[in-house]
T-cell receptor, first 114, second 110 residues
């Protein structure tokens, strides 16, 4: 297993367009987390899944954001009607059950909204 | 007051020096404390985690937690230029969400 992977690594889009990111977790991990990181800040929690169930969503996750993990394996994060303020690094992490303190991160998807 | 406070630096030290990185926090319910290293334009990499108060050592890295003072530290011995990165402290809340500090940028000067 090569760790958590994310695609695409970079995305440039125009304001108002929709974008979708994909995360493939470590195969035996049933928990999957999404974070957003802006320059000079630590990652901020967005949402997490245990298997296919979305258990927690941050107030940061406006109704333009939606995340899915339909079969409990990979996950997608979609942003509709992107705004310039959505420009950030979107990070995915995964962990085994009961080990939220041991999350392993992917390389991130850098989104630039022009 | 933010839940986790971390000085953003930058912190510059000569190669071979001992580095001390610190965070304070306000939520007494935190039980797990982590340190992540993040290189530029990469995802964070877990260095160490500690449960409750005490010390934990892994090679050149030592993590300390003082719950009475709500203060955690990471020490790096014999620092190397390859240690130059941003170091993020993090804690787990009661809902299993990680709360990160802003990160401290560290530069090890050859």
């Amino acid at each position: 297993d090569t760790g958590v992977s994310q695609n695409p690594r970079h995305k440039i889009t125009k304001r108002g367009q929709n974008v979708t990111f994909r995360c493939d977790p470590i195969s035996e991990h049933n928990r999957l987390y999404w974070y957003r990181q802006t320059l000079g800040q630590g990652p901020e929690f967005l949402t997490y899944f245990q298997n296919e169930a979305q258990l927690e969503k941050s107030r940061l996750l406006s109704d333009r954001f939606s995340a899915e993990r339909p079969k409990g394996s990979f996950s997608t994060l979609e942003i509709q009607r992107t705004e310039q303020g959505d420009s950030a690094m979107y990070l995915c992490a995964s962990s085994s059950p009961g080990t939220a303190y041991e999350q392993y991160f992917g390389p991130g998807t850098r989104l630039t909204v022009t | 007051q933010k839940e986790v406070e971390q000085d953003p630096g930058p912190l510059s030290v000569p190669e071979g020096a001992i580095v001390s990185l610190n965070c304070t926090y306000s939520n007494s319910a935190f039980q797990y404390f982590m340190w992540y290293r993040q290189y530029s334009r990469k995802g964070p990499e877990l260095l160490m985690y500690t449960y409750s108060s005490g010390n934990k050592e892994d090679g050149r890295f030592t993590a300390q937690v003082d719950k009475s003072s709500k203060y955690i530290s990471l020490f790096i011995r014999d620092s190397q230029p390859s240690d130059s990165a941003t170091y993020l402290c993090a804690m787990i809340d009661r809902d299993d969400k990680i709360i990160f500090g802003k990160g401290t940028r560290l530069h090890i000067l050859p």
